[in-house]
């Protein structure tokens, strides 16, 4: 009987075991993998949304930042904010260059090789980090041999700095500055510019568990991402409307509307909302042209049409000046929205926002013009002489409806039902005299 009594509590503390390494294995949950977004150019909005999450990554106790990314490039200082805080972040940043068709061009290319670990999907590209500078033409602006070879090596032997201070190729760092040069993600990972390729995030996730990273503060962490979950953190809604600025399209949107606005206002003063909608439009536009290039000649030629359409506006010439102002502005739009790579909207779309701004010049503000040439009238020729409306009956007194008022009158020809038409004949103070329409 004690034998069986012993092998029971045996088994019975077996259970209680096995019940308390479950139970501790259920409360230790897997700190979350934070993932952030590189979509498009890289601005100053981007730099800032980067900065922030990896700050909140650290604050919410994640173990790792995923960046996914597919940039054609963009500011080199906005660049360096995001590299700074990979530097100095206290977690470890993956930089994801996807989905298949991603690239990580230009700025991208720094920004993947300062990541802790880089990976890339297997149909993408990283490269064509050469420095450029866009004049106020849109062009690319011609720098003297000096100073073009000041720049190129000094973001020669930044990218090779990051490249060696990540242990990943600093050679083909450099030529990727100095010579433009591409890579597949295959012959990427060949040359040891990233570190593995992955089809997905969560197959990065897997790949990636267990490996070792040195943190800024000297820290060494091992990853166990296999079963961490993935918290996505869109941009907040000021990043994008910020980052949505430097689109060419709402550039172009912000600048019809500065145009249609503050030129509806001047020629319709007292309509107040156009002129307000213009005003800001104006305001949101310096930060969108202080983020993309801009042309100075295209500014130009859209001066121009503005001049040639109020001209055809006040001194009719039959739509000539009109129709010069429509390719005028053409011209200065497909200049202003221009880089070295080409036109950063279609054509055909910059020839739509012209001829409709042409009409909205030649038939909306041309009434708001002639209205104004219009003489005023007011006081008694306002009414005396008019047809009005009886609005009440007149016996001798009542109201009558006419130019878009109502008037207290007095009837000199007898009692007036309602709804009858009344002819005004005098007026003394603010008060009429009528009679009966005869009609």
Known sequence: ??????????????????????????????????????????????????????????????????????????????????????????????????????????????????????????????????????????????????????????????????????????????????????????????????????????????????????????????????????????????????????????????????????IFELSNPGAILPGVIGGISAILLLYSFSVIPINAAGFAFIALAVLLFIADVYSPTHGVLSVGGVVSLFFGLMMLFRTPAGPMISPWVLAVVAVVTGGFFVFVVGLGVKALKRPYIAGRDAVVGHVGEARSDLDPKGQIFVNGALWTATSESGRIEKGEKVDVTAMEGLKLTVRKHEG
């Open 1 to 262: 009987m004690k034998q069986g009594d012993g092998a029971m509590r045996r088994s019975m503390l077996a259970v209680l075991v096995l019940v308390v390494v479950l139970a501790s294995g259920a409360g230790a949950a897997i700190a979350p993998v934070w993932v952030l977004h590189i979509d498009g150019a890289i601005d100053p909005a981007t730099a800032g949304y980067i900065k922030h999450g990896i700050a909140d990554a650290q604050d919410a106790g994640a173990q790792a930042v995923l960046v996914t990314m597919d940039t054609p490039g963009g500011s080199m200082s906005s660049m360096q904010d995001i590299i700074k805080a990979f530097f100095a972040s206290k977690v470890p940043v993956i930089v994801y260059v996807s989905p298949n068709g991603a690239t990580a061009g230009s700025a991208g290319t720094f920004i993947t090789i300062a990541a802790d670990i880089a990976a890339m999907a297997p149909a993408s590209n990283i490269g064509s980090a050469t420095p450029i500078s866009i004049s106020p033409s849109g062009g690319v602006e011609k720098m003297d041999k000096t100073l073009q070879r000041k720049v190129t090596n000094y973001a020669v032997e930044y990218a090779r700095s990051i490249a060696e201070k990540r242990g990943r190729n600093a050679d083909w760092a450099a030529k990727a500055v100095r010579e433009a040069a591409n890579l597949t993600s295959t012959n990427a990972l060949k040359l040891h510019v990233i570190d593995l390729i992955a089809d997905s995030n969560r197959d990065l996730m897997r790949k990636i568990d267990g490996r070792k990273v040195k943190l800024a503060t000297g820290e060494t962490v091992t990853l166990h991402t296999a079963r961490a979950p993935l918290v996505d953190n869109p941009m907040s809604g000021w990043e994008t409307f910020l980052h949505y600025l430097s689109n060419p399209l709402i550039s172009l949107l912000l600048l019809m509307m500065a145009m249609y606005g503050i």
